[in-house]
């Protein structure tokens, strides 16, 4: 089963690393999870870039106030504009508010300028 898990990882390129500004807009993309289409975001938080899919925990609802915007106004926590849930960043951890567990996390890695997402067995790529 290791050859599965190796095949699942695939990078895709994202953006260029300074698109992603430190507690600054998200980068949105799509991705399959589950066999469904969901939107995702981007982020950066103290220097590393983080991502998960744009789904609340309290209510299946995107969480961005305006288009890409997630983090509170402190730019210390990402927030859902519709009922005020918190989130880490780095970690998508519940942190106060209504929300009921924590974000669902995308790997990204960042490498020569570049970042990435990873798929995963649950998380793929969207097919035209
Ligand atoms: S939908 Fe996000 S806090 Fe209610």
């Avoid at 895709?12 to 507690?23: A, E, G, M, R, T």
């Amino acid at each position: 089963m290791i050859g599965c898990s190796k095949m699942d990882d695939i990078r895709i390129p994202l953006c260029n690393s300074p698109d992603l500004l430190d507690s600054g807009e998200g980068i949105p993309f799509d991705v399959t999870y589950h066999g469904q289409t969901c939107r995702a975001f981007a982020i950066r938080h103290d220097g590393r870039v983080h991502a998960y899919l744009n789904r609340c925990s309290h209510v299946p609802m995107e969480m961005d106030y305006q288009p890409n915007r997630f983090f509170d106004m402190t730019g210390q926590w990402l927030m859902c504009a519709t009922h005020g849930a918190m989130y880490s960043p780095s970690t998508g951890t519940c942190l106060g508010g209504p929300c009921r567990g924590g974000l669902v996390k995308i790997t990204l890695s960042e490498e020569d300028g570049v970042v990435h997402w990873h798929t995963a067995h649950n998380l793929k790529p969207v097919e035209f």
